[in-house]
C-alpha cells in the first residue's frame, strides 16, 4: 500500500478526567457518559469519545474535540459530575480517505499509532 496523505490538519484538543475524581456513583458515571455520548451524536464535537482504563489508575473517559468546543465540553463535564478534567492541546490529520487512490476499494480506514 502507497502511503497515505495527510489532507487537513486541525487544532484540536485531548481531554481526560477520571473515575476516582467523579463526583458520584458508578451509575452516575454511567449515565454522564451517556450523556457526554448523546451530545457527540447531535453535536459532533469530537473526533473520539471513550472509556479507558489502566491497571494504575482505573477508568477514565477520553475526548478528542474540536478545539472551537473545548469550553462547552468543559462545562458540561463539570455539571455532570467530572472534576480534575485534564486537557491538552493536539493537531488532528484529517485524510479524505475514499478519495485516496490507495484506499478507493476498502470500505471503512482504520488508523493505527
Request: hydrophobic share 35%; aromatic share 16%.
Amino acid at each position: 500500500m502507497g502511503k497515505i496523505t495527510i489532507d487537513r490538519k486541525e487544532p484540536a484538543v485531548e481531554v481526560s478526567a477520571w473515575y476516582e475524581d467523579f463526583d458520584g456513583n458508578v451509575q452516575k458515571w454511567r449515565d454522564s457518559f451517556y450523556t457526554l455520548w448523546r451530545y457527540q451524536l447531535t453535536w459532533d464535537f469530537a473526533y473520539r469519545i471513550d472509556v479507558r482504563e489502566t491497571r494504575s489508575k482505573g477508568t477514565y473517559v477520553s475526548l478528542l474535540i474540536r478545539k472551537a468546543y473545548k469550553e462547552q465540553v468543559l462545562e458540561t463535564m463539570d455539571d455532570l459530575g467530572y472534576k480534575n478534567i485534564l486537557t491538552s492541546d493536539t493537531k488532528v490529520g484529517i485524510v479524505y480517505g475514499f478519495e485516496t487512490p490507495e484506499v478507493e476499494d476498502i470500505e471503512d480506514l482504520v488508523i493505527d499509532y
